[in-house]
């Protein structure tokens, strides 16, 4: 099967997200399916270990103007529609960020399976707190713009159960399944337990303050469970005052 990749993401790093879709082109090629990548990005590349550094690019803008963004945002979709409808791809897999008409077309013309890694109005509501209007006006539009694409998918992809349980995806006819951003325990070893914790499990998070509600729940479960869990927060920007089974770092290095 031919399959188009197409997302929104500067891929010119080597993150965890990076790895995703370094791992998910690697793994349809291991099955025997050819794959293209359709990548919508700013003025940064794309790095070599993406399809060998021959990802097809299109560019939006850099503009400082948030209208005039979403506005080369979505020729730059419509753009990269075109060429995967002239590549005779029999699937596209688009790791969604907002929902565009250029890929609510491109649903019609082809099956096309979304992948959802959040939840974009509760996202939205959080980035642009600061300008309210703004805001309101851009949650109505996706409230409206995602069951118009979800109705039009031929599969939908969650990372967690709550984002195909939610009323504008769950109302979909297409198929659904969670497959989570999740590590391979069996190529971890397991750790006896640490005598420094008293033999507690020990709970790592890696992320920041960008992610400020999910932090909040993180730092409540560690002070209901200050007998039971101990808690590593790697990242930035942390509260300083946390419960006492919680310590927090820096970034890390992997090896660290």
Known sequence: ????????????????????????????????????????????????????????????????????????????????????????????YYRMSYPTSAVRKLAEALPLVVEINNYTPQEIRRNFGGRPIFGRLLAAYVKVAYPRLFRRAAGIVGVTGELIEVPETSSAACPKICIPNAVDLRDIDTLPPREETGGKPVVVFLGGSEHPEGVRRILDLAAASTEDLEFRLIGKNFPDDVPPNVTTYGFLQQDE
Do not use: N
């Open 1 to 92: 099967m031919k399959i188009a990749y197409l997302l929104s993401w500067p891929l010119e790093t080597r993150g965890s997200i990076e790895r995703k879709v370094e791992m998910q082109i690697g793994a349809w090629r291991e099955a025997g399916h050819e794959v293209q990548v359709h990548v919508i990005c700013g003025e940064s590349g794309v790095a070599d270990y993406i399809d060998g550094g021959r990802a097809e690019l299109y560019r939006k803008s850099s503009s400082a103007g948030i209208w005039s963004k979403f506005r080369a945002a979505e020729l730059a979709f419509r753009r990269a529609a075109r060429e995967i409808r002239r590549s005779g791809a029999e699937l596209v």
